[in-house]
């Protein structure tokens, strides 16, 4: 078995099966499915920053949305 299958195997038995992108660990079973990495370990090196900046990206978004509805309050 290699990473890959050991990874998405770990993670159907948090997510109990699931492995939509909208569960917690569904982005990274589709980041694996893609991935040329040949380690785990070389893909979480990359997944991490990934993720984080993804997220920033989001939130920045939300944000922007947020203040143009008038929905933010200013600090």
Do not use: C
């Not at 090196?45 to 944000?63: F, M, N």
């Amino acid at each position: 078995m290699n990473w890959k299958d050991k990874r998405i195997a770990e993670i159907n038995k948090i997510n109990k099966g699931g492995n939509a992108p909208d569960t917690e660990y569904g982005m990274e079973v589709y980041a694996i499915y893609d991935s040329e990495h040949e380690s785990y370990e070389d893909f979480i090196q990359w997944y991490k920053p990934y993720i984080k900046q993804l997220e920033d990206s989001q939130t920045k978004s939300l944000k922007n949305i947020m203040e143009g509805l008038g929905w933010h309050e200013k600090v």
